[in-house]
């Protein structure tokens, strides 16, 4: 089945198409979500149509009522393993059927692997890309199925793509090994695609000699003791100095500063990487990771040495002022964020966060509120804006957030106690002793041990 544009589109379907253009333009959403679908159905090659459709379920469902569920999503429990069922045997005729779905709820994980899953079948592999790049930026923490997207991306040889997927991975789960290597051999890939190596045959040709290929295998293996790094580094040195301009040699260096930990010279040679390699995206995520790093370094070892000196004012007052550099930097790189892309709800997460660290509460609440449209994110932006409002004073608003919280969660997890203490805490504030302790015993029936309740539970028998 062949994926096409707007030209292609049946005569038929044209008046229809144009009707959902004029109704999304007029913010008749509802209108344009019964005429898209009906689009698709007929085309279910219109990939245009099918993100049309898409923008505009995900703009009803920021306005919507918190659904069932947990976390206030759809699990989707039987209807969903029927239509699994369904999409083995009529791959074509189920697609309508998980177009439905998603109206309910566009970013659920399970219709939209399915729907990626039908599309592979069919062979509309660009809308099976987009069914999982909707799970990106919806639920980036879905490491499953980012996972997929990604080795997606590699069969079809996209491997920048690929990268910048590992990449997200890797911002939400720092310590997936998979991922770790997906990006690096993903980026090697991608440098290779651009300067046409896989053109060639054979690429040992491409080396000098046979030596250097199998140096440069031997430099992708782990579990080189520091000695060997170190050793691997100044034969690094000594072939870029050869030639600083030789986007290989480069980051080879900046690779060996990575493993090194010297977060400062690998943000320096991963940025002159990424100036040479003419924008790749992977390269310049990388460098800003780095000096993420060498910066965390650099006020953790001032803070270490402020602590074991406490009287010294001088230290003392070059940690504050890094430290409210630091914050800066944040809300400028977050605000940089969602310049780009205002619509991103976790990306207005992030602002709202790096604003309320740096203690702008005011300027932080609405993208707070903009964010718990995401309901993968939802109960983490309502307990953050629940200390907002806290942070102001505003001790209602501040229960009515965490109780909003407290609805979407069902097991007594992490989070659930977090939210549960903290409204504690704020019942304590507003003098409400017998709220507060409630909350506390919820956490002390699970977790005896859960920071202080268990000291608090138990003074309230004395």
Request: one cysteine or more; a negative charge.
């Amino acid at each position: 089945m062949p994926e096409i544009t707007e030209k292609e589109l049946a005569p038929s379907l044209k008046p229809t198409w144009l009707k959902a253009v004029t109704a999304v333009q007029t913010n008749n959403v509802d209108y344009a979500v019964s005429l898209l679908q009906a689009v698709v159905k007929e085309s279910p090659g219109f990939l245009e149509g099918r993100k049309m459709l898409r923008k505009c379920e995900l703009q009803l469902a920021g306005n919507a009522k918190k659904k069932g569920g947990l976390f206030g999503i759809s699990t989707g429990g039987m209807g969903m393993m029927k239509l699994q069922g369904q999409a083995k045997k009529d791959p074509e005729g189920t697609l309508p059927l998980i177009e439905k779905e998603l109206e309910k709820d566009p970013l659920n994980d399970q219709a939209n692997e399915l729907l990626f899953d039908v599309c592979i079948k069919l062979e509309l592999l660009e809308t099976a890309a987009f069914a999982l790049e909707t799970v990106r930026k919806g639920n980036p923490e879905n490491a499953k199925l980012l996972h997929r997207l990604a080795e997606f991306y590699i069969t079809r040889e996209q491997a920048d793509l690929a990268t910048e997927v590992y990449n997200d991975i890797i911002k939400h789960h720092p310590t997936d090994g998979a991922a770790i290597k997906g990006s690096k051999d993903a980026s090697a890939r991608a440098s290779m695609q651009k300067q046409k190596w896989d053109e060639n045959a054979d690429m040992r040709s491409l080396m000098k000699n046979t030596a250097e290929f199998e140096e440069l295998e031997k430099a992708s293996r782990t579990g080189l003791t520091r000695e060997q790094l170190e050793d691997r580094r100044d034969r690094a040195i000594q072939k870029y100095n050869e030639n600083p301009n030789q986007l290989s040699a480069v980051k080879d260096l900046a690779d060996l500063y990575e493993q090194l930990e010297d977060w400062k010279n690998a943000h320096t040679f991963f940025n002159w990487a990424h100036s040479l390699s003419n924008g790749d995206v992977a390269l310049a995520t990388k460098a800003s990771a780095m000096n993420d790093r060498a910066i965390e370094t650099d006020l953790k070892t001032l803070a270490a040495a402020s602590a074991a000196d406490p009287n010294n004012l001088e230290l003392k007052t070059a940690l504050e002022a890094r430290q409210a550099d630091r914050l800066a930097e944040q809300v400028k790189e977050a605000q940089r964020r969602v310049d780009q892309n205002p619509t991103d709800p976790h990306l207005r997460f992030e602002l709202g966060s790096a604003l309320y660290h740096a203690g702008d509460h005011s300027a932080a609440i609405p993208h707070l509120q903009q964010a718990t449209r995401n309901p993968h994110i939802r109960t983490k932006v309502l307990l953050l804006l629940g200390r907002t409002f806290r942070a102001k004073g505003m001790f209602d608003l501040s229960i009515k957030q965490l109780s909003d919280a407290l609805a979407d969660l069902v097991a007594m997890d992490g989070i659930k106690k977090e939210v549960l203490y903290e409204k504690g805490l704020i019942h304590l504030e507003m003098t409400d002793k017998v709220s507060a302790l409630d909350c506390f015993k919820q956490i002390y029936e699970v977790d005896y041990g859960y920071r202080d309740v268990a000291q608090r539970v138990e003074s309230s028998y004395a």
